[in-house]
């Protein structure tokens, strides 16, 4: 898989998504093609960056223990992806291992929308509940500044 450029906001390469599929080789006219699987990767690592920022975190993530957890999940739904894509050409293919991977990918997605991981080396949501505190603070937990002041000694009561 030499040559294979995936940009910086992927998680994974084509070769990490071999290591769940090593019956599976990628070519240009393979079903799916490197480009559509290549493709497929870049999705998957926007779709883990927008469930990110849900959680307020700020995309994409470096640390390597972080881009660890990451990299095993956009793996994970590109192999579903192209596992899908397989068994559309080849009917035959084993349905039961398409839908194993897939659940797997379904899992971890859930999880990390749930907040199931904790990634050491973003930022995170600010340490101030607005709950609790109103509008006085900012999301960083510093005291905010008014928008307007409404001055109490001309008003009537």
Known sequence: MAGILIPTNAYCDVGDVNEH??????????????????????????????????LEYSPPLTGMDDRKVLRRINAFGAAGFAERAALAATPSAD???????????????????????????ASSPGLV??????????????????MFILDMDDQEF
């Open 21 to 54: 599929l090593p019956h599976r080789t990628f070519t240009a006219t393979s079903r799916p093609s490197i480009r559509q699987l290549e493709d497929q990767i870049i999705d998957i690592a926007g779709e883990i960056n927008a469930e990110l920022r849900a």
């Open 95 to 121: 349905r039961a291992a398409v839908n194993e991977i897939i659940a797997e990918f379904t899992r971890m997605m859930e999880s990390l929308r749930a907040g199931g991981y904790k990634f050491a080396t």
């Open 129 to 146: 509940d607005p709950e609790i505190h109103g509008d006085l603070y900012d999301s960083t937990g510093d005291r905010a500044t008014p």
